[in-house]
């Protein structure tokens, strides 16, 4: 796969987290992975087609922000457990965000803010 490198994509500083849950389309949940102001890393259990408009729905500090976006990118990623039996598979699902409110931006940027980065 050829393209620019991750660094050169990014128009945006991200921050990594705890495992934070996310609602996706408003009904399943996933794991926020990473956070910019451009857009999200979201561990999920169902592939999402890339191309396909998303509302993330971040439930930080008793608040919830729901957060436009486009799937840019679905990877497969096999789940490991050391008991189990049957081959499970999640994705890394990488959202760009799109035409974000003002109140939310300004949210999103506290997020930044108050968690430390660490890859």
């Not at 393209?3 to 128009?11: F, K, L, N, Q």
């Not at 976006?69 to 679905?74: A, E, H, I, P, S």
């Not at 990623?77 to 990488?94: E, G, M, N």
């Not at 109140?103 to 968690?115: C, K, V």
Request: charge should be neutral; glycine fraction near 6%.
């Amino acid at each position: 796969m050829s393209g620019p490198a991750d660094s050169e994509r990014r128009r945006a500083e991200r921050i990594y987290f705890e495992p934070l849950r996310v609602r996706v389309l408003g009904t399943r949940e996933g794991i926020l992975v990473d956070l910019s102001e451009g857009g999200a890393l979201v561990l999920f259990p169902a592939e999402l087609r890339v191309g396909h408009d998303v509302r993330l729905q971040i439930e930080w500090e008793n608040r919830s922000l729901d957060v436009p976006g486009r799937v840019k990118r679905c990877v497969p990623q096999p789940v490991r457990l050391a008991s189990a039996t049957l081959k499970r598979i999640q994705y890394d699902v990488a959202v760009e965000f799109v035409d974000v409110p003002p109140e939310t931006a300004a949210s999103i940027r506290q997020i930044l803010r108050t968690n430390p980065s660490e890859p």
